[in-house]
């Protein structure tokens, strides 16, 4: 199937690793030049080399609870675009704090980046003329029986999802779409869950024996999934909660 990408303009933040790097890779795979973020330099030299063709991706290090750094960056990504067709917005940051640090942490990492990245972007969506938003959410934001840690995380969430059913509302008229992928636990070399695996925790046994498949998803099973939702191929693909979860949530999707 051909997906439409080629020659089209995609901004994607974290790209560096995980879920964010195979997105990055699979877009410029069918065709797409990408910029890119992630809170350091770390990851970019391997993510370049890795790429189909290098010439098709912009690089910047950029920590994107900072209004003022996104601001300049996306500036500059859409200069050397030439404009934008695709937002990714991938980043997540589960705060680890206590009490209401937590969730003041959590509002800016979990939520904020997310609408003030939107904000940016819609006027160069406008012009578009195969214009899409996909954020990358997670399964949390359906689920109640989580750890206290979890509690702000998953709010935050939720709260993304009807966001982006707005947005999608709202701006369906002017072309542009709208849509969530929530993925459950995703195991990549380095992630938070490859550490859990090697000390063979109780926490990964548990999220492995949640899945229908008794194993963890992949960030490149994640990337196709955005990758379509976010490409000209789904153009009629607007206000969804795509689960990508390999049925770890035991729910009808409605």
Same mark, same amino acid.
């Given at each position: ?11 994607? =933040? ?5 879920? &964010?790097? /195979?997105?990055? @890779?699979?877009?410029?795979? @069918?065709? /797409?030049?990408?910029? =890119? ?27 994107? =609870?900072?209004? @003022? ?30 009490? @209401? ?29 195969? /214009?899409?938003? *996909? %954020? ?71 999220? %492995?024996?949640?899945?229908?498949? &008794?194993?963890?998803? *992949?960030?490149?099973?994640? /990337? ?23 049925? =770890? ?6």
């Amino acid at each position: 199937m051909d997906l439409g990408l080629k020659g089209k303009r995609a901004i994607v =933040t974290g790209g560096s690793r995980g879920i &964010g790097r /195979a997105i990055v @890779e699979c877009l410029i795979a @069918e065709g /797409a030049r990408v910029a =890119t973020c992630a809170r350091g330099e770390a990851g970019f030299a391997a993510l370049r080399e890795a790429v189909s063709d290098p010439a098709a991706l912009r690089t910047r290090a950029v920590d994107v =609870t900072d209004p @003022e750094g996104v601001k300049a960056w996306f500036a500059d990504a859409v200069a050397w675009l030439g404009g934008l067709d695709i937002l990714v917005s991938n980043v997540g940051i589960q705060s680890t704090g206590q009490g @209401e640090e937590r969730w003041i942490t959590g509002l800016q990492g979990d939520l904020l980046q997310h609408v003030r990245l939107v904000e940016l972007a819609l006027p160069q969506l406008f012009q578009s003329d195969a /214009a899409a938003i *996909t %954020i990358i959410n997670s399964e949390a934001n359906v689920m109640v029986n989580l750890p206290r840690t979890s509690e702000a995380y998953a709010v935050f969430k939720a709260g993304l999802v009807n966001y982006a059913a707005q947005l999608a509302l709202r701006y369906a008229k002017r072309g542009v779409r709208v849509n969530n992928v929530s993925p459950s636990a995703i195991i990549f070399p380095g992630g938070g869950w490859d550490r859990q695996r090697e000390q063979n925790s109780d926490l990964y046994r548990n999220a %492995i024996a949640m899945s229908d498949f &008794g194993r963890l998803g *992949t960030a490149e099973e994640i /990337a196709r999934t955005v990758v379509f939702l976010s490409s000209p191929a789904s153009s009629w693909t607007t206000n969804v909660n795509v689960r990508v979860d390999g049925g =770890t949530v035991k729910a009808p999707n409605y």
